[in-house]
């Protein structure tokens, strides 16, 4: 490694994750107010690259591109972000950073992109301090930590399968500063899951995460909304560790349409499903009705539907998403995804 002049580089693809539990609100340093449990997708993910060398001088310290193109807002916030874990990781305080990343799925398109993005980034980060100085935690604690820093999903990103983040007395050894995965403790059906991604809308969202969990601060629904939150992830482990589709179903259901509730009873409200994620919900619920094969819609902060479903049920459901739902996609576009195993680091230098 030559540190004095030439860049070395470094590069992780990391996936984006779907909540079957929901994160929404926080406190602190971006520490969730009740723990939320995810599954790692495989082919939404983010792949960046982070070149570094000593710095040069006291100009440029980090050039940040978004497929190819140099993009200021989001330089202004990796930047800030930066300012906040070199506390962490005091070896970047000598480095000069360029950042080039590329999504595989739209933008802001409440696919979690700031999760796959993150994550990333936190990894592509600890795999450079790491090479100067010992982490302070093991290295994916410490990634998940630092993921977390930029956007509280994205420490759930770091890990592959299912994911937990926050404290609860229903798992062991969790933490509200990083993601701990729970793989051991799930049932084969749901390893292999399916997770169909429904873009109703590639747009801007409306209103941004970070506003909405500032939101729950004094909901009228505030504490009610973490106690229903604990309840369903005691009851999504018992599931998840005995294969019950359906009980999976129900849980995973109430908890989107409870996120949406959280946002519609906001003060100011807002909501962010569109009519054709209406649609779609209900050509969802008619068709596990007919067919008796349990699948389940999800929501992240967007109108873009999650369906899950086993892989035994896939010929089916690819089907009935071209026959019934593709067409209130925006432009058709469903992206056919399913739980990953995680981030991928290719080590350059
Ligand atoms: O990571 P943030 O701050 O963008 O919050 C995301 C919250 C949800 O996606 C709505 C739920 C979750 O747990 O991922």
Partial sequence: MNTEMNWNSVCWKSPSNIALVKYWGKYGQQLPRNASISFTLDKSYSQTTIFFRKRQSDQLLLDF?????????????????????????PALNDLELRIETENTFPHSAGIASSASGFSAIALGL????????????EFFQTASCLARLGS???ARSVYGGAVLWGETNWYQQTANEYAIPVNTEIHPVFASYRDSILIVSDGIKAVSST?????????DFEHARFAQADQNLKKLQMALQ???????????????????????????????????????????SYYRERKKIPIAFTLDAGPNIHLLYPESAETEIHAFIHEELESFCYQKQVIHDKVGAGPKVFDLS
Avoid at 211 to 219: A, R, V
Wanted: hydrophobic share 40%.
């Fill in 65 to 89: 591109q978004l497929k190819g193109q140099s993009n200021e807002a989001f330089q202004l916030r990796i930047a800030k972000y930066l300012d906040r874990i070199v506390e962490t990781l």
């Fill in 126 to 137: 600890c795999s450079i301090a790491e090479k100067y100085e010992p982490l302070p935690r």
């Fill in 152 to 154: 509280g999903s994205a």
């Fill in 211 to 219: 506003i909405g969990h500032s939101l729950m601060h004094e909901h």
């Fill in 242 to 284: 005995t294969g019950n589709q359906t009980e999976f179903v129900q849980i995973v259901e109430n908890e989107a349409l409870s996120l949406h509730a959280m946002m519609m009873t906001s003060k100011p409200w807002f909501l962010l499903m569109k009519p054709e994620t209406l649609e779609i919900i209900h050509r969802i």
